[in-house]
């Protein structure tokens, strides 16, 4: 893992102003109290994930960081999974969420709590403590939940969340299940604040309604006053959820969206967003990020500002190893070290961008294999839209097979031109690739 500086070596005068400048702070209970809370002694916090797909996101990378600058600070995190809330589902704008299985919620749970626990500590004076709300909702009777949990709860008070509040208006409506989840996440904030003095809950800015209705519960039944915080929810140039593209989330998990493809996502980021994402996304320095701000403005061409982002993003996320091999496939795929260099794994992962439309609405790699005419590859893998066009380009020197120029159109794919037995490459002109699987 990259190392994390606490806000004296950042340069900050304390973990607030930290937080503030890093543009990770949205709503808190009170800006003072939360100041001096933090400033103090230690406290416990938490923060949940429900397990609603087999990878957190990056939008769930804002909530991490925030817990990563919490511990480094001193702080008690306490990361919970939602192995009951994940079976009932959060209301959310777009519509009344279909349940999953059992079993794939609880295979979920596991997925999400390894990676939680690459992104904070798990050692020392205040290792992250794992909890899952299915352990004391799971079997909680009915009779025990209304006459222990739903007595504290104003029908008024609910239906005027957020959340609640605009699925009822819209057609659709909401079912009693969704509308009863703020009930579970109020209870959860009771329960960690009766087990561990949990006195803080973070969360993402829509958020706020399930963050209040613990801190309502709270100091119901326990006169206590406790905290909560959000973090903006990040958008991207277009006012869209960052990382959300056509349904596709930017997954943590590099099975499902490899290193190299995030090491892209982050790279192409363009410079009006580089800053803003360097101050959320990763633990430099002020005076580190500052720089870089003056590089945007002095040499935007070199890309510094945005490279640097990426290497710190993919290697906190994925490891150092992983992001230079990112760094290696995103030379090699352009012709600026050689391909033969790659392993299997960060070839693959590096051309895993290059699938076409496999014709049942999927992607696959375009097939081909040794005896195959070189044309009729690159118009399988999607670079051109005929033979004919493909044999323009390569009487016109633009098209490379691994990195070395075509010259003769009738070229066919030998055995050794499969990288690593499997990939060959095309390329036309300088920036558009294809790839082909050995059939
Ligand atoms: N509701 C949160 C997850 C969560 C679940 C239970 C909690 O106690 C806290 C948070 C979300 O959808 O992101």
Redesign the pocket.
């Known amino acids: 893992m990259t190392t994390v500086t606490d806000f004296k070596e950042a340069g900050f005068d304390s973990l607030f102003d930290e937080l503030k400048w890093r543009g990770l702070i949205a709503q808190c209970t009170d800006e003072d109290e939360l100041k001096q809370l933090l400033q103090g002694q230690p406290v416990t916090y938490?923060?949940?994930?429900?397990p609603?797909a087999a990878s957190l996101h990056v939008g769930n990378l804002v909530q991490l960081l925030n817990m990563r600058h919490l511990q480094a600070a001193g702080h008690h995190p306490i990361a919970?999974v939602?192995g009951a809330?994940g079976l009932i589902g959060?209301p959310r704008q777009s519509g009344e969420r279909t349940l999953n299985p059992k079993e794939t919620v609880a295979a979920w749970a596991q997925e999400l709590k390894s990676q939680i626990g690459r992104f904070l500590q798990t050692e020392g004076s205040n290792p992250v403590r794992f909890v899952s709300?299915y352990e004391w909702t799971g079997s909680m009777s009915v009779i025990d939940f209304l006459r222990d949990v739903g007595k504290n709860f104003r029908m008024g008070t609910m239906l005027a969340k957020d959340t609640v509040a605009r699925r009822l208006n819209s057609e659709e409506g909401i079912s009693f299940t969704e509308f009863s989840?703020q009930v579970?996440?109020g209870n959860?904030?009771l329960e960690l604040f009766d087990r561990y003095q949990c006195v803080l809950?973070l969360?993402?800015n829509d958020?706020w309604g399930?963050l209040t209705s613990?801190l309502d519960l709270i100091r119901k039944v326990r006169g206590k006053a406790v905290q909560v915080m959000t973090s903006p929810l990040i958008t991207d140039a277009q006012g869209k959820k960052f990382g959300k593209s056509e349904g596709n989330a930017v997954w943590l998990n590099p099975d499902m969206f490899s290193p190299y493809r995030f090491y892209q996502f982050w790279f192409n980021q363009a410079d009006n967003q580089v800053v803003k994402l360097l101050k959320t996304f990763t633990f430099l320095s002020k005076a580190e990020i500052e720089r870089l701000e003056q590089e945007v403005e002095n040499n935007p061409g070199a890309r510094e500002a945005q490279r640097v982002l990426a290497w710190e993003v993919t290697s906190f996320v994925h490891g150092e190893q992983a992001a230079q091999g990112a760094v290696d496939a995103s030379g090699a795929l352009f012709g600026r070290g050689a391909l033969s260099d790659l392993d299997e794994q960060t070839l693959a992962g590096a051309l895993q961008g290059l699938k076409v439309d496999d014709g049942k609405g999927g992607r696959a790699f375009a097939r081909a294999q040794a005896g195959d005419r070189l044309v009729d590859a690159a118009v399988q893998a999607g670079l051109f839209s005929s033979v004919s066009e493909a044999r323009k380009t390569i009487k016109s020197g633009g098209v490379y097979m691994n990195n070395e120029r075509v010259s003769d159109f009738g070229q066919t794919l030998q055995e050794g031109d499969f990288l690593q037995g499997r990939f060959v490459l095309v390329r036309r002109g300088k920036k558009a690739l294809g790839a082909l699987e050995r059939q």
Do not use: A, I
């Open positions: 938490y923060c949940g994930f429900d609603t919970l939602g809330t959060d709300n989840y579970l996440q959860d904030f809950q969360g993402g958020q399930n613990g």
